[in-house]
């Protein structure tokens, strides 16, 4: 028999979201869930959650629910993730966009999610003559109902927000893979001001994940290069960036997490690396001896699921989510259509 003609990149980003806004859940507080595995991990080692058209790219972990939070780069939702594998909506889709990187803010009862309508724009299915959509979501955690949208597409012609982290006093900040910047957002939803640096400039995907640091820093790594940026007074008129010496640094750096004991764990993919460059996945440990003026990797691990994009850290161990993206990027199914992965390290 004929392999099958994948389905294009086109056609699976209509049909998923279209199932979302035709099958939406509404939207609703989820109980932590039952009785564990063991007394010790209620996770279990790979959770394979079966959700077709949901494609997540960000992940977090709630822990007054006791389960992750993911967002979905098809359908614009923010969903529940149980430890049995339930997929429960939490934020229904509120534009045409991708919801990517998300934090939970539990301080203020918030769920935060950067979002784009890049993929729709470049996929034709967005009236061109139509501004871009790109911003930052407020949500609230228990009701997952709208706090704010933040605009931060700032007139670009091709803006992408991609991440997000908040600082302890609630202030937002967020990387934006497609202008190369990182905008400063306050709790109440104002733009304080966008940071730019030569550094973060790149033809590639640029900023990409980014996590404060209690010490009141920011971490951001650049995607292509694999590069770590510390951004010091970021809510400041003049914020100071400088470069992060890395032992060796990976061929790409998506999502990062950081962990208590003052780590940071990195997602390494080539789902955004040009020219058809090929690249490896692998989930990788850094650690810093003098706050992060320079780093070394103390674990390098290639991962078994395809294409990780980012991590969770929960009181169970740290959970990478492989979201099924190459099936949208690309139009060639993954190696498990209709679902994602999310397996701890």
């Known amino acids: 028999m004929d392999a099958p003609v994948p389905a294009s990149r086109r056609t699976l980003l209509r049909l998923a979201a279209a199932g979302a806004v035709g099958g939406t859940l509404a939207a609703t507080p989820l109980p932590a869930f039952a009785a564990s595995r063991s007394a010790r991990c209620p996770l279990p080692r790979t959770l394979s959650v079966t959700a077709p058209g949901l494609y997540p790219e960000g992940v977090a972990w709630d822990r007054r629910r006791k389960a992750f939070l993911v967002g979905s780069s098809a359908q614009g939702t923010i969903s529940v993730v149980g430890a049995d594998g339930s997929v429960t909506v939490l934020v229904a889709p509120f534009a045409q966009v991708s919801v990517l990187g998300i934090t939970v803010d539990a301080a203020r009862n918030r769920v935060l999610a950067a979002y784009t309508d890049y993929f729709f724009r470049q996929l034709g299915m967005v009236d061109p003559s139509l501004p871009p959509v790109s911003g930052v979501g407020v949500f609230d955690l228990a009701t997952g109902a709208v706090q704010h949208l933040v605009d931060l597409s700032a007139g670009q012609p ?65 995607y292509d290069g694999g590069r770590i940026f510390r951004i010091d007074r970021p809510r400041s008129a003049r914020p100071v960036v400088s470069e992060v010496r890395l032992d060796r640094a990976p061929i790409s ?20 690396l040009s020219g058809g460059r090929a690249g490896r996945d692998a989930v990788v440990v850094l650690r810093s001896t003098d706050k992060w003026r320079t780093a070394r990797t103390v674990d390098d691990r290639s991962w078994p699921a395809e294409d990780p994009t980012t991590i969770a850290v929960t009181p169970y161990g740290d959970y990478a989510l492989s979201g099924g993206l190459r099936e949208i990027l690309t139009g060639v199914p993954s190696a498990t259509p209709g679902q994602f992965h999310l397996r701890r390290r």
Do not use: C, W
């Open 158 to 222: 091709e803006p992408r927000a991609n991440d997000v982290t908040v600082g302890e006093d609630g202030t937002i900040y967020v990387t934006d893979t497609g202008v190369d910047t990182v905008s400063v957002v306050s709790r109440d939803g104002r733009v304080i001001q966008v940071i730019q640096d030569d550094r973060f400039v790149t033809s590639d995907t640029g900023p990409n994940g980014i996590v404060h640091h209690p010490a009141g820093f920011l971490l951001m790594g650049k």
């Open 253 to 272: 750096l998506d999502g990062l997490a950081l962990r208590p004991d003052g780590s940071l764990v990195a997602a390494v993919n080539d789902l955004s």
